[in-house]
């Protein structure tokens, strides 16, 4: 994303009129000047703008949830994008943001109110977010190697999760060293864990790529540390901040 063009309207209700339908000159030029595909759509901010755009302009438009999504986003990188406009205030933004709230449900924080959302919940928040994205690329390059587990040692684990995957493929290339995170004992069946220990000879010459999946099982745990950390640094913070706030109403009171 970049910017194309920023232009100063003194008044924003002459550029374009809710009530007439009406856009001045100096925003028709700014939009038909960058308006180059006619296959693609101009995402507006208001479903009014939709309306009065395509009307006038012939342009056509989007405004649905995704883009008012988007431009909550948008206005939370204001300054950065256009400094020379003031930004809304960046709580609103967080506030209102659909996303986040996703995002604080999935782990277990949908008991965070729209106004205790802060810089530092935004930013641990995005952390496990980057941890689940990096945990899904790492699964999808250890599920490549999970056939060998099946054709080796006819082990299928299709339904195991990263970790369990990363620590067999690591017993099998590594038998001798010593597995950091977890009991093999209590991740695996007896069956599972005979099978990885009698049969990591027979995965030599067998095409596994030994070093990939040392570093894979490394960033996996790595990760996962974090992720379990920034959860309860997350955890932590938003029981201070219920704390304070009632506090902080008491003391209004």
Known sequence: MWRKDFQVFEDKSDAINLDTGIINNQLTHMLLQFWRQPDQKLAVGKPEYKTIIEATLKIPCLHDEAVVEMMRGLNYLLDSIVPEEKSPKQGECL???????????????????????????????????????????WSESLRLGSHFLEEVSS??????????????????????????????????????????????P????????????????????????????TQRRLASYVRWLKKYMNMDVEQHK
Request: glycine share 6%; net charge negative; proline share 3%.
């Open 95 to 137: 506030r209102t943001s659909r996303g986040l709230q996703m995002l604080l449900n999935r782990y277990g924080f949908s008991d965070v109110e729209p106004n205790m959302v802060d810089q530092t919940i935004i930013e641990m928040s995005c952390i496990l977010y980057d941890c689940d994205c990096c945990q899904k690329n």
């Open 155 to 200: 082990i299928d684990s299709e339904d195991w999760d990263i970790v369990k995957l990363a620590t067999a493929l690591k017993m099998v290339c590594y038998p001798d060293e010593e597995i950091t995170f977890g009991d093999p004992k209590e991740m695996f069946s007896a069956d599972e864990l005979s099978k990885l220990v009698a049969d990591a």
């Open 202 to 229: 027979k995965y030599e010459g067998s095409g596994i790529i030994k070093g990939t999946i040392r570093r894979l099982y490394d960033e996996t745990l790595i990760v996962l540390d974090l992720k379990t950390e």
